[in-house]
């Protein structure tokens, strides 16, 4: 009796062994099988990162970024017939007036009826004159120029403004020091007065036009033709606004013309 269950017990313990194995190897493999999928699945998502980023592709040191910008819907609209009309209202310094300026040229290349008033000069009226309201600023402790936040505060509910464009353009000193705060701050005032807010003609001003003048650019270097930092257009020389930051506030003009335009068919 004993004997027997001795033996019975050594044959379980012999069967249950064997098992444990099987399951061992089996665990194994399909780890093996596990971290090769993953290793695989990384190193794909790694390559479309690099194909198919154009963050990363602007780092590339042929600096093809601005060509491969995808067009925006109203690219085909060359020009209006001159019957849109722009307000551009800001304060601000010499660096924001000049920026201003490209924001005119832009809107210029669709139609005539460009204005640019200081908020001590416009009135309801060149508001309601206007078919888009652009507003300029520099950034005050991340915040909007007081003069325009003032400016705003007078328009009143008691007009539709509901038909017209909107959107910000800024200049700043410092990256994340205030620059989409003070862009977004206008166009939620914009908003609040029923403005259809629209942003530049690219993904990189999003939420208008802006150009960093107190910092970059960052370290440069290069390894395998591909630049990590900043292309040299987005640095400063000789205090002058880079050309890559006009481009944006050119575009910024165009599109809000163009949309202001289309709105009016
Ligand atoms: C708009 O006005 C400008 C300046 O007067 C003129 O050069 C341009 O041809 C006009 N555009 C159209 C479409 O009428
Ligand atoms: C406002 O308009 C007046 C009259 O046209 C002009 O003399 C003055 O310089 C303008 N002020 C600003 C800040 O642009
Ligand atoms: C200009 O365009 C507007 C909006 O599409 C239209 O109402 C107007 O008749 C046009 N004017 C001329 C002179 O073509």
Redesign the pocket.
């Known amino acids: 009796m004993y004997g027997a269950l001795s033996l019975d017990h050594s044959t379980k313990t012999k069967y249950s062994f064997q098992r444990m194995n099987i399951l061992l190897l089996a665990i194994t493999f399909l780890s093996f099988i596990g971290v090769v999928y993953l290793a695989t699945e990384m190193q794909s998502i790694r390559e479309q990162l690099l194909v198919n980023q154009p963050a990363f592709k602007s780092m590339r040191i042929d600096n093809t970024f601005a060509q491969e910008m995808p067009q925006n819907l109203f690219s085909t609209t060359q020009h209006?017939?001159n019957?849109t009309q722009i307000l551009i209202v800001h304060a601000g310094d010499a660096w924001l007036k000049q920026f201003g300026q490209q924001v005119a040229q832009g809107a210029k290349s669709i139609t005539k009826n460009v204005k640019i008033l200081h908020p001590s000069n416009a009135t309801i009226n060149d508001v309601l004159w206007a078919d888009a309201l652009v507003l300029g600023s520099n950034v005050y402790n991340a915040n909007p120029d007081p003069e325009l936040l003032a400016w705003l505060a007078t328009l009143s509910f008691h007009y539709d403004l509901s038909s017209k464009v909107a959107s910000a353009f800024v200049l700043a000193g410092g990256i994340s020091a205030g620059e989409e705060l003070v862009m977004t701050s206008l166009l939620h005032a914009a908003l609040i007065f029923q403005f259809i807010v629209v942003g530049g003609d690219t993904w990189t001003s999003a939420f208008g036009a802006s150009a960093i003048m107190g910092e970059g650019p960052f370290h440069l270097k290069t390894t395998n033709n591909i630049l990590h930092g900043w292309p040299n257009e987005c640095y400063r020389q000789n205090n002058e606004i880079p050309q890559y930051f006009f481009d944006k506030a050119f575009g910024l003009g165009r599109r809000i013309a163009q949309v202001a335009?289309k709105l009016?068919?």
């Open positions: 209006g017939n019957t335009t009016k068919v």
